[in-house]
């Protein structure tokens, strides 16, 4: 393909819900080591790259290698954002899996969903997505204007977006599993056992807080412990420390 065209082609994925993109080793590490389908590999150093897999990942090293273009420095970037810039030398267009919402809710597996409302920072929502695919965690839903499936996301979850269901909806529907909303000034402390099975874990956005229709419909409320002075964290801290909390809790039942 023409520079271009190849160049076009990447800036259009950018804004295509069907592709995700890449940007950077770690990334496109962890799509590959979970199933992600490739639409394109491009680097600037494939010896480079070949070098890092194998002190890092030698489990993707063939796949990388042997799927990979070399495109020439100048071309590469303009791949990428002129704020972003990639040291490692490598991108990448993956399809986005096809997740389904109504199957997520209707899983009768023990495991959380976490839910992220209005969530305004990318680097942050991604962060949120990559602890709950470390803990487990059954899969993560956002309401919201932003896409969950922004490369800027993508970077901050180091690619873990495919390891679980990463699905944006404007309304989350009713289903059965309880609804356990973070609320620092109302809720019981959170410690072992306080998460049930299944439950869906709601988090506000970084400013405003969760809106009145998932407030309304919690089943439980649960705050952080935190000392005294201190009203709230990170986004992404909070979902560690409450994913966590479950994670502890089930491995102390066995």
Known sequence: MKPSLLIDYYERAR???????????HPIKHAIRFGASFVSILTTDPEQIRRLADRLAPDVTQKIISEAEVVPLDVFARLTRPRSPIPT???????????????????????????????????????????????????????????????????????????????????????????????????????????????????????????EDLISRASKRVRIPMRKGVTSLNLATSVAITLYTWKLSAVSKG
């Open 15 to 25: 804004n295509d819900p069907s592709l995700a993109v890449l940007e950077g080793f």
């Open 89 to 211: 030398g490598i991108i990448a267009l993956a399809n986005r899996p096809v997740q389904s919402l109504e199957k997520l809710l209707n899983s009768k597996d023990p495991q959380p969903i976490i839910l992220l409302e209005n969530p305004r920072d990318l680097g942050n929502m991604g962060a949120a997505i990559r602890v709950a695919a470390a803990s487990g965690a059954a899969g993560l839903i956002t309401i919201g204007e932003h896409d969950p499936w922004h490369p800027a996301a993508i970077r901050g979850s180091a690619g873990l977006h495919f390891a679980l269901p990463v699905i944006r909806t404007d309304v989350l529907p009713n289903s059965d599993r309880p609804l356990i909303i973070l609320d620092p000034e109302t809720g019981e402390s959170l410690t072992l056992g306080t998460i049930p099975p299944r439950a869906i874990l709601a988090f506000g956005g970084e400013r405003y807080g969760l809106g």
